[in-house]
């Protein structure tokens, strides 16, 4: 049986966050569907208005039993971060968790409503930094994670140096797909996991059923790091757009949506985002983890956690051996 999760004042029945993933893959529907199901859900704040934040938050509370537990993933990156955190603790949520930098005052405000905040960390250095600022857990995310990546580390290298660095709980994130991913993590010192590309291909994930499909098509050869707006490599899927990133240097901004504090501009990672999004899964960024290719079926939350829930135990048996 999987230990139980502990931050703060949250106690969830299994140690698995979902991932919070942009743009409109996890919203309302995924994170309610995790929080009834045991884990910890997260809706991510990314390319969505603060009112649609706010109703996303609302709804995601009308689902879910009293149990269950919704955080909010802000970027200190976008240029409304603070406008959204100041919303999501307005709205009562459980917990936030941001990445894409470190702000002082996420802290102090999450202190101040008497909500936990999280960090999304890739290094001892960071993760020290996080909990001395007043981070309630951090989450460390090696290289093999999809999306923006913040080291080129595995994750199994980086969580042993994080677990000694600090006192705070520790969840390991990046290329954890099956029970026995989460075994490993937990034997090595982590609290919990968090999981994002296995819950896209879930019925209840909020993505376009062309977005889950690319997810079940995926063969290995199919994964790409690209250099994102952002400044950091991000892996996606490969597809028109990919190809066009990484062959021409004819690539132009079609649409701007100024979301960026830093932005090299050279394209409109927002913009591709939300095409894919709305179903355009070849002219627009479908991030991944490295492991994609290895989930074949798109399923229910409940049966997920059924089948993790099983290779763990199985996982647990043979180590006993």
């Known amino acids: 049986m999987f230990p139980q999760l502990k931050i703060a004042n949250m106690i969830a029945e299994y140690p698995i966050i979902q991932g919070g993933m942009g743009v409109g893959i996890s919203l309302s529907n995924l994170a309610s569907a995790v929080a009834n ?103 460390v995310e090696g290289f093999e994670a999809g999306g923006h990546l913040g080291t080129d580390r595995p994750l199994f290298d980086i969580l042993p140096e994080v677990v000694e660095a600090v006192k705070i709980p520790v969840i390991a994130a990046g290329g954890i797909l099956h029970g026995a991913d989460i075994a490993k993590a937990i034997e090595m010192g982590a609290s919990g996991v968090q999981m994002g590309t296995r819950f896209v291909a879930s019925e209840e994930c909020d993505a376009p059923l062309a977005f889950k499909q690319k997810y079940v098509d995926a063969c290995e050869e199919d994964m790409q790091l690209i250099k994102t707006t952002v400044g950091l490599s991000g892996r996606a899927i490969s597809n028109q757009f990919t190809d066009l990133l990484l062959n021409s240097d004819k690539l132009r901004i079609t649409k701007c949506q100024d979301c960026l504090k830093n932005c090299s501009y050279r394209f409109c990672t927002l913009d591709s985002l939300l095409k894919s999004m709305n179903g355009d899964v070849e002219n627009g960024l479908v991030f991944a983890g490295a492991r994609v290719s290895e989930i074949k079926e798109i399923l229910p939350v409940r049966t997920i956690f059924k089948n993790l829930t099983a290779e763990y135990s199985e996982a647990l048996s043979h180590r006993a051996i």
């Open 37 to 139: 199901a045991g884990g910890i859900g997260i809706i991510s704040g990314t390319g969505i208005s603060v009112d649609e934040m706010r109703s996303q938050i609302r709804r995601a509370r009308e689902l879910t039993n009293e149990t269950g537990y919704i955080g909010v993933n802000v970027l200190f990156a976008m240029n409304d971060f603070a406008e959204k955190m100041k919303a999501a603790l307005e709205e009562k949520i459980d917990f936030i968790i941001s990445g894409a930098g470190i702000s002082r005052d996420m802290y102090a405000w999450g202190k101040q409503a008497g909500i936990p905040v999280l960090s999304i960390v890739s290094s001892a250095k960071l993760a020290r930094i996080s909990e001395r600022l007043g981070a309630a857990a951090v989450v």
